[in-house]
């Protein structure tokens, strides 16, 4: 009797163990800003070392078709967030510094799918989707409703980009470090006629970097910025930080909840303009600072990876790698991008970069990383930013409500490099604002400017048309437009587009939600 009761515990112990097999596993998203596809030696590049984010992929999947929603932040993040198109709503183009909440509270979201299954959700960095509400954010009291209100429990952000007011920390739902006797203030025009900015002569000639267009109102840290504020000194970052205050934060906060599957999304500020990475950094590649920043990404990626480790969260920790849009030189600093690119190739193989449908644009480094579970390797299923919400709830087994998330498909096996997985059979690229799309469909893309504005840099507008259709497998630099040789093709891809838009959900309802 007492042999069998022990056998009974035993096989119950056995089960137990067989049952949580694969708990959830803590889960960091590492966001990279204006990183392209050329631009780590893991996807080729050789004027630059990324020992780093290379080993990341060597102990993982790279995926050689990953992309980001759009070639612009605000729209990726708001899709990473929300597993919904940006451009289904409108004002998600790239948020200005003073812009409200975009995302309302009640929006499910990736954060808030993870939260509901017991994790802890943190996101560092940068921000770039609004704080509060109308009329603006309350930069001296509680910025909310923000990162806070659709699932976070922690929140550590750089409000809006690095090139936009005001250059502060915000935790939680208050600027770090606020002085309420020296109030910050952020506005659109000059707050007194005496205030400097970067257009001031007498100011411009002693910035610590010029500018090349707009960057030019409120001056902080020797460097023009986009937009005007004024107070909160005592609340003000040095750009050269930054990096070493996200890696900081982080490590701290995942230490904190390293007893508790976490999710963090580490959103860096490298490589967007300003470039200024730490000093130490400063002068580390033949490229200039934007080289050098990307030297500084691939220096976080390893001071996380490390924490990891020594934490021993290596095997339990799932890491994806992304960008949130593809490169770009010269995007208003006059920082060396152009003039010491030598042979360096930013977007790889690829036509455009960040603000185009073109490959470049959105077609981006991607690397799935879990040590023990995923098998390292090559992959090249289409997979995109805005599925990480629907796969995440798989592997978390969270159901996604109704009208959630409408266009996030559950790639998990694809993401897990499971043999046998599929990645997406279409894909939708987007500008900054949707006035132009792009749909790929296995390897004909097509793209639509029927609604775009003349923009002097787009091909329609030097007269290639208002439509094109590329077949990436033997034109994967987008160069020869087939859309006159292909009229039945161009026809059904675009009615395939446009039937996207106006369902308002991509995501066939059958979809399987399950952990494979
Ligand atoms: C543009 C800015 C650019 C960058 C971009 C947003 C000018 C002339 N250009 O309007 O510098 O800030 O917005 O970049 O101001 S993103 O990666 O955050 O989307
Ligand atoms: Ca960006």
Known sequence: ??????????????????????????????????????????????ELK?????????????????????????????????????FRDPGTGVAPPNATALIQPGTETIASLLHRAGYATGIVGKWHLGLGNDPGPDWNGSLEPGPLEIGFDHCFLLPTTNDRVPCVFVEDHRVRNLDPKDP???????????????????????????????????VHNGIGR???????????????????????????????????????????????????????????????????????LDWCVGELVEALDRLKL????????????????????QDGATTKLGKHT????????????????TRTPFISCWPGTIEPGVSDKIVCTIDLAASLAARTGQKIPPNACPDSLNLLPALLGKPDAVGRDFLIQQPN??????????????????????????T???????????????????RQNLATQHPERLEKMLAQLEAIKTSGHSRPPSADQRDP
Request: proline residues 6%; charged residues 20%.
């Open 314 to 333: 290596t095997e339990s920790t799932w890491i994806i790698f992304c960008s949130d849009n593809g490169p770009v030189l010269d995007d208003g600093y």
């Open 226 to 296: 986009i937009g005007f504020f004024t107070g909160g000194h005592a609340a003000r970052w040095r750009d050269e930080d930054l990096a070493d205050t996200w890696v900081q934060e982080s490590i701290q906060w995942i230490e904190r909840h390293q007893n508790k599957p976490f999710f963090l999304i580490f959103a860096a500020h490298d490589i967007h303009v300003p470039r200024i990475p730490h000093e130490r950094f400063q002068g580390r590649t033949e490229l200039g600072f934007r080289g050098d920043a990307i030297v500084e």
């Open 50 to 86: 990324t020992p780093n984010i290379d080993q990341l992929a060597s102990n993982g999947l790279r995926f050689t078709q990953g992309y980001c929603s759009a070639s612009t932040c605000t729209p990726t993040r708001f899709s990473l967030m929300t597993g919904k198109y940006a």
């Open 1 to 46: 009797m007492r042999i069998k009761c022990i056998l009974l515990v035993l096989a119950l112990g056995f089960l137990h163990e067989a049952v949580h097999a694969t708990p959830s596993p803590n889960v960091i998203v590492i966001m990279a800003d204006d990183l392209g596809y050329g631009d780590l030696g893991c996807y080729g590049a050789t």
């Open 460 to 478: 329609f507008e030097k007269g290639e048309g208002r439509y094109e259709l590329y077949n990436l497998a033997c034109d994967p630099g987008e």
């Open 346 to 361: 930013p977007a790889g193989p690829f036509r455009g970069g960040k603000y185009s449908i073109y490959e470049g644009g």
């Open 184 to 218: 910050l203030w952020v506005g659109n025009s000059k707050p007194s006629p005496d205030h400097p900015t970067g257009m001031d002569p007498g100011v411009r000639a002693k910035l610590k970097m010029d500018w090349s267009h707009g960057h030019n109102q409120t």
């Open 433 to 458: 604002r949707g006035t132009s799309l792009a749909l790929r469909v296995g390897d004909w893309k097509v793209l639509s400017y029927a609604n775009a504005r003349p923009i002097k840099s787009l």
